[in-house]
């Protein structure tokens, strides 16, 4: 078993890296450098004073040298602007090109600085990964018990009329990605035009203070789209099991129907949608993206979005590692989860 | 002129009795389910155990009883909408069901032939037996026909860019101010005073021509390697494995947001990567004929020789827009978003064919083929992939959902596509800024996108459910 960890551990770091490095190169196009320079400096910079802006900062430098400044196994970039002024990747503030260390890299702790939010990357991330939480949260606490006792409830009569019914709903909502779903509850509760008013439209508030008023709609909204799918996986492993020959035998022993299923039929029904809902966590992060944009939520997906739209290169690098690492460990339990609840599976 | 009201002269009948339907299609419903935990005992009957009728199951029929009706009178505002002669009596229903004719006969061709000859269709009539399978398929063919009628000029009331001075924001059936042109904005003007419902017609031929092939082009991608990585397993099943977890794990509005940007389509990234995907459709079908038929040369190389022809045409067209004729050319925004959409969706079907010719080739029949003596290459295709046929069908149809809904979500963050695109994606992210005020410019385009991916998962559904049967 902790090979196995070691291993997964070890594919997971490379992962990390190739994702890492090609954001890199993405974002380290020259079009993109230009769109930088542009937009930091003046829009109206010639050619050549982008290239000597790009060049002072160290933009210009080959890529993967540039990677491995970013990454800390490189020393950082040093230059000199026209003044004579010695600049570089590791000199800010109070620290000056004597006592700068010459390493400033992710290993060393050191993320960068956001050009768009003037900010340091790491902080940036802390911050807006804290709001995103609080919203994940409460996404889970909805939709994981709701998608489960739909799953379980379809899936121990396979066929009924209660299975059909929510079956349908369980279809309806895998249908309705989260930017429709999320136009239509705000136009139902929160649109002055039908005049229900029981939520606010906007989620900017719940920042700071969240309340049902203000929290609802963007937590019900992502909690929709993945609890379909949940629930589709958990009425599938319900109804296999509810097949089982043990079921049978307890059911001809004489054992009620609702023991059955509380105490013979669930545990093994849930094996199969604990791996769904680790593995949801990738799509949730879409979710997240499309939601926050829409209620005006300022959390990590609104930061992405901003990082991304201004190539704003170090932050747009640190949110990646972050959300692909939220992927990868997500996966790395959902596997480790799956051997323990499973005893058939054995892992050498 | 005045003003139209939703449902015109018929409303007066036909409102109400909708509403009864409804209410009674609710409480029935409701009843059947919560009435269906109540199992009633069994009677012995003769040498019979016999459970009587349930309340549970006089619900289920009064359930279905009004749930006919209410499709009855949901047809009634259709056929008289289009029965009667006056755009006042019409309404609003009236006049759209009235704009839908051509849809509507088609339709019911195309279901007419399709029960009629069902049995002589294979998987495809199978389909009919299923409620659920026909309802998504007349989803799916509704905005299919509304489309290709829509860019055919058939249904469309007006230009979707053209503005009209004083329409801006006006509710759904306001007469138009200006003379010439179709009397009525039919489902209201949005922001820019453009016809809301013209945008959603036009917005379905945006998606109908991309998500489909968009799909396809991903199973291409997917089969040709994921076939390969499970027969050969080894070191080109790990590196092949890694690449596919390697995309999977980027998350897909961060790879949209680097990939579809004017940027990056002026580096000719876009290019590159559609010419390495785009390669592979050609690969496959020259594998596919090759290996069938190298035995007879004649056979052989005449299919080669169109495949090879034809699709070098279309490649050079498509990827590089050096087209030799002149008659293929792609715009550079719309190649981004479709080798976008294509690269995301493949490595998920290339864990999807692994999977199942994993499992498929260890059967006798592929052992039998290997001892006869046969190619790999002929084996993976001619002997696994028909047998993986049924999964990949299904997913096909809820894949060409998922691309419908990637479409949209790279619409509604304003990726690639014009920001005059009348896409639904787009559509919706304008309207969704007025929503507090305006509800008419963003609902239709949402209900659209929320119905065609519905009627793909619920094609799928009944697509699985007859596929299982045999």
């Not at chain 2, 096909?396 to 509604?412: H, N």
């Amino acid at each position: 078993m902790g090979l196995f960890i070691l291993r997964r551990l070890g594919v997971m770091i490379l992962t990390a890296l190739c994702l890492t490095f090609i954001v890199f190169f993405l974002t380290n196009l020259y079009p993109n450098l230009e769109k930088l320079a542009k937009t930091q400096g003046n829009m109206r910079m010639t050619d050549e004073e982008v290239v000597r802006w790009l060049d002072v900062r160290g933009y210009l430098e080959p890529l993967p040298v540039k990677y491995g400044q970013w990454l800390g196994v490189l020393p950082g970039y040093v230059g000199e602007t026209a003044s004579g002024q010695v600049t570089g990747r590791c000199i800010s503030g109070e620290l000056t090109a004597d006592t700068a260390p010459r390493f400033c890299g992710v290993l060393q702790g050191d993320w960068g600085y956001s050009t768009v939010f003037r900010d340091g990357v790491w902080d940036i991330v802390i911050k807006r990964l804290a709001l995103t939480g609080k919203l994940m949260f409460w996404v889970m606490l909805l939709m994981v018990p709701a998608a489960l006792i739909i799953g379980v409830l379809a899936g121990m009569r396979e066929g009924s009329k209660m299975d059909r019914s929510l079956s349908t709903v369980s279809i309806v909502s895998t249908a309705t990605p989260e930017y429709v779903s999320g136009v239509i509850l705000i136009a139902v509760f929160a649109s002055s035009a039908v005049g229900l008013r029981w939520f606010n439209g906007t989620a900017t508030g719940a920042m700071e203070d969240a309340t049902f008023r203000n929290f609802f709609l963007p937590v019900f909204t992502i909690a929709l789209y993945g609890m379909g799918y949940i629930a589709r996986m958990t009425r599938a492993s319900m109804a296999e099991v509810m097949t089982a020959q043990y079921i049978r035998t307890a059911r001809l022993k004489g054992v009620s129907f609702r023991n059955v299923v509380v105490k013979h039929a669930l545990r093994n029904a849930l094996i199969a949608p604990f791996t769904v809902i680790m593995l949801q966590f990738p799509w949730l992060l879409n979710g997240v993206v499309i939601v926050e944009t829409l209620f005006n939520y300022k959390g990590f997906g609104w930061t992405l979005v901003q990082a991304a739209g201004n190539n704003d290169i170090e932050l747009l690098l640190g949110v990646s590692v972050v959300s692909v690492f939220v992927v990868l460990i997500t996966q790395l339990i959902s596997d480790i989860g799956y051997v323990y609840l499973n005893p058939r599976i054995r892992v050498t | 002129m005045e003003p139209l009201t939703w449902t015109g002269a018929l409303g007066g009948v036909l409102n109400p009795a909708l509403a009864l339907a409804c209410a009674a299609f609710a409480v029935t419903a409701v009843a059947q389910i919560v009435l269906s935990l109540v199992v009633t005992q069994p009677m012995p009957q003769g040498n019979e155990l016999v459970a009587p009728p349930s309340l549970a199951d006089h619900a289920g029929t009064a359930a279905r009883w009004s749930f006919g009706a209410i499709v009855l009178i949901v047809l009634a505002y259709a056929v008289g909408g289009i029965v009667l002669p006056d755009p006042q009596a019409k309404g609003i229903v009236g006049l759209v069901s009235t704009r839908l004719l051509p849809v509507w006969i088609a339709l019911t061709v195309l279901f007419a032939v399709s029960i009629t000859f069902k049995r002589r269709l294979g998987l495809y009539g199978k389909l009919f037996d299923s409620t659920i399978g026909m309802i998504g398929f007349a989803l799916v063919m509704f905005w299919v026909f509304a489309g290709v009628f829509g860019a055919m000029d058939l249904i469309v009331t007006h230009d979707p860019l053209a503005q009209i001075s004083g329409m801006k924001n006006e509710p759904p059936g306001t007469p138009v101010t200006q003379d010439g042109v179709y009397p009525y904005y039919l489902l209201g003007g949005d922001n820019l005073a453009r016809d809301v419902f013209t945008r959603m017609i036009v917005g379905a031929w945006e998606v109908i021509k991309i998500a489909p092939f968009a799909t396809l082009f991903a199973f291409m991608v997917g089969i040709t390697l994921g076939l390969p990585a499970a027969y050969y397993g080894g070191r080109l099943d790990v590196f092949l494995s890694f690449l596919a977890n390697l995309i999977l794990a980027f998350p897909v509005i961060l790879l949209f947001y680097l990939l579809v940007t004017p940027e990056i389509v002026a580096t000719g990234i876009p290019v590159y990567m559609a010419a390495v995907l785009f390669i592979f459709p050609i690969v496959f079908l020259v594998i596919l004929f090759n290996s069938r038929f190298f035995t007879q040369p004649g056979k052989r190389n005449l299919y080669l020789g169109v495949t090879l022809v034809v699709g070098l045409w279309l490649y050079l067209g498509i990827a590089w827009n050096a087209d030799p004729l002149g008659i293929i050319a792609f715009p550079p925004n719309l190649l981004v978003v479709f080798v976008s959409v294509v690269f995301v969706n493949s490595p998920t079907v290339f864990r999807i064919v692994r999977g199942i010719a994993m499992d498929i080739k260890t059967r006798d029949y592929v052992a039998a083929a290997q001892t006869r003596g046969e190619g790999p290459w002929y084996i993976m295709l001619w002997e696994i992939l028909p047998n993986a046929r049924g999964p990949l069908i299904v997913d096909f149809c809820l894949r060409i959902g998922y691309t419908t809904i990637l479409l949209g979500t790279l619409g509604f963050f304003g990726l690639g596509l014009s920001p005059e695109s009348p896409d639904w994606g787009s559509t919706i992210n304008e309207g969704r800024k007025l929503l507090s005020i305006y509800l008419h410019p963003a609902l239709p385009p949402a209900f659209a996108l929320l119905s065609l991916v519905l009627g793909l998962n619920l094609l799928a559904d009944g697509l699985r459910e007859e596929s299982l049967k045999d």
